[in-house]
């Protein structure tokens, strides 16, 4: 996002009420409680962040403000791979990591791309109360995380359990904690920061 766009201050439980702003009483509230939140912001001045920016703002500021720790901006790219313009974790299965889940990796309901657009994959639909998605089948259809088999500190682990020195694993990167589970969207963000810190600390050599 450029610095002269501001993002739109909408709260994860915004996303389903507003869909019915124009239908429903509580929409309608929802949607006017949305709409003075962003003159506020506009009126002071200030950038309202919310869901991952907020997250992310908030540990920048505990990070870099208040511990005044430094960014390392510069860490060198030794590898990469790139399948039909995505890039994929064809590395840490070279370096010997086992993988699980991939069979349902990124599947989702999606809209077909626009010419010359990108296609979007469905959030705010999955998030209507009562909603489940499923394909022709009418199997359920929504997945978001596959890929490293990890332990309970991030180190990626080979088939036969042992550790790949170096190599970590957090979030969509790895294998979901929750197996085929998935209980709704938003699900991988926990686990992501739950063994992202881990991981820290194991590198850190602070493993408790």
């Known amino acids: 996002m450029r610095k002269d766009q501001r993002p739109l201050p909408a709260k994860t439980d915004d996303v389903w009420l507003l869909g019915r702003a124009w239908s429903t009483p ?32 908030s ?17 060198p790219l030794e590898d990469l791979v790139v399948d039909d313009g995505r890039v994929v974790i064809e590395i840490a ?10 069979d349902d990796a990124w ?4 809209i077909e791309a626009p ?3 990108t296609p979007a994959f469905i959030v705010g639909e999955r998030s209507m109360p009562f909603s489940i998605m499923v394909d022709a089948r009418g199997e359920r259809f929504a997945n978001e995380s596959e890929g490293v ?18 190599l ?20 991988t963000i926990g686990p992501a920061c739950v063994f992202g810190l881990r991981a820290a600390r194991q590198m ?5």
């Open 204 to 208: 850190a050599g602070d493993g408790d």
């Open 59 to 75: 540990f920048g500021r505990t990070l870099l403000v208040e511990r005044e720790l430094p960014l390392w901006l510069s860490s």
């Open 149 to 166: 088999v990890t332990d309970a500190d991030g180190r990626t682990l080979r088939e036969d359990g042992s550790v790949i020195e170096g």
């Open 168 to 187: 970590y694993a957090a979030g969509n990167t790895s294998a979901s904690v929750m197996g085929r589970t998935y209980p709704g969207p938003g699900s």
């Open 93 to 102: 299965r070279d370096a010997g990591a086992a993988l699980e889940l991939m």
């Open 115 to 117: 010419p010359g657009g």
């Open 107 to 110: 599947w989702g309901a999606s």
């Open 26 to 57: 509580s929409g309608f509230v929802r949607g006017a409680r949305f709409v003075l939140r962003a003159l506020r912001g506009v009126v002071t001045g200030k950038r309202l962040v919310v869901i991952g920016n907020a997250l992310m703002t």
